[in-house]
């Protein structure tokens, strides 16, 4: 019965074929579209497109809309939905699967820079084994508005006053293994 | 009691404050940590955003620098434990993507077959130090003085471990411990906003602004929480329309260690009290302290 439904969803439904086919979205066709998961999240009123309806949209093989959401990458991964859904779905893992599907798709919303943010991560952490705020901050604050650095004055001058800004960025000791590793890893990709 | 110890990036930046008071009191609650050697970044919420293989290799690989001491891995940061978690999950019930993470590690000449046990500092010292031990080294009651216990989100949930992920209760036991008062505060477990102080401040704030509202609803002197993300939101909510809060708006929110080493008499200084962002949180919470002392006696 179950893979009748995703045969017939093939031709315009890929997007639900391919959560559903991961092991965090198995139960994704078990939506009752009960909206617990909207009354849980914490960002859903400031949402244009609230949890249950991504999940409808999935279903109805609006995947443009969906990719092109910012939804995912306003989830917080407070993971509330996920403790909270009748129908088990795993749905913050979900929504990171999401996110990394409009990356990898090119789908990501232009007028939204939140997923650049997650992609600087990434880089600093791949290229120094641990995250850098201070380099995160300025890198992201730069591809934002190099103004808004200014409004940050006040706040960043008492951060770097209390010692918690690191400036100099970490050096790994095992460089050589970590770079072998992460070069591997990002080839692998599901 | 000897143990592996995980800090995540916060705590040699934003959060050192939680890495030196955890230090401070460590050695009162007979606790040595031996930090990982050339541990890195666990990934966080953000590496598995962009690239899944990548944020379960860079969690497995402090898995597979861990396993041959045979200790168990102690992390303070709640993100990090929950990555952790996961990626030891994923690598023992087997599978391709499992698969996918050996062959990683295994290009960096690093191997994991599943043995290392990771443990979130808080549930660690109920369960592990015990609630008694801790007991023993509080030298100054913080009787009456009301504590608002705030979990977040990701050391309770989708993982709870022993606790209740509705109502946890291990963050309470332990300021019951201090002689303090652990306030009922129904947002507990609400999320701070995490990532979205930076990415989207009118929403992060907003956030982090009603916990600390409810915080202050329910009357608490300060809020505690064993998440140095939370601690970071929830100080950077309180600069509003460009200035820091006067001394009787201000909330302080300390790091649950802090707060630890307050009842054990260990010194603001090594507590790192200063290096809150709210200016003053050294004078307040010590002003409170003894206001408390004072007026129970002790």
Known sequence: MKSKTLVQAKEDHGLLEEIAALPEGERVLSCLQCGTCSATCPVAALLEHSPRRIFAMIR?????????????????????????????????????????????EGLANQNSDVHRFY??????????????????????????????MLS??????????????????????????????????????? | MKCLYYPGCSQKGTSRSYEESLFAISSKLGVSLHE??????????????????LSLALAARNLA??????????????????????????????????????VALAAGGLSYNGGTVIRH????????????????????????????????????????GED???????????????????????????????????????????????????ARTVEADLVVTPCPLCQLNLELAEYKNGRWPWEEAELPVLNLTQFLGLAMDVSPEKLALSRSIVPGVKRSVTGALLQTVSTTGE
């Open chain 1, 152 to 190: 940050q004055g006040p706040v960043g001058l008492r951060m770097f006053g209390t010692g918690c800004m690191r400036v100099q960025p970490h050096r790994m000791k095992y460089r050589e293994s970590f770079a072998k590793i992460v070069d591997k890893a990002s080839l692998l990709e599901e």
């Open chain 2, 36 to 53: 990982l050697e050339d541990w890195n970044c666990c990934g966080t919420t953000s590496v598995v955003a962009v690239n899944k293989v």
């Open chain 2, 121 to 160: 500092l808080m549930e660690f010292m109920v369960n592990e130090i015990g609630l008694e031990r801790i007991g023993q080294c509080v030298s100054t009651h913080l009787t009456g003085l009301r504590v608002a216990p705030y979990y977040g989100c990701q050391v309770v949930r989708p993982y709870a």
């Open chain 2, 65 to 102: 620098l861990a396993e041959p001491e045979g200790l168990p891995l102690v992390t303070p940061c709640p993100s990090c434990w929950l990555s952790l978690t996961r990626a030891n999950r994923v690598i023992k019930e087997g599978g391709p993507l499992a698969e996918k993470v050996r």
């Open chain 1, 119 to 148: 992609q600087l991560f990434t880089e600093i952490v791949c290229k120094h084994g641990r995250i850098h705020e201070l380099l995160l901050l300025l890198k992201y604050m730069a591809l934002r508005h190099p103004l808004s």
């Open chain 2, 164 to 214: 209740d992920p509705y109502d946890p209760q291990n963050l309470e036991k332990l300021i019951d411990a201090t002689g303090a008062l652990p306030v009922s505060f129904e947002l507990k477990t609400a999320c701070c906003g995490g990532a979205m102080m930076a990415t989207r401040k009118d929403i992060g704030r907003q956030m982090s602004d009603k916990i600390l509202q409810g």
């Open chain 1, 60 to 104: 109805a093989g609006m995947k443009e809309q969906v990719l092109g959401s910012v939804t995912p990458w306003l989830c917080s991964s407070c993971y509330d939905c996920t403790v909270k859904c009748p129908a088990q779905i795993k749905i913050t893992e979900v929504m990171y699967a999401l996110k990394r599907r409009s990356i990898r």
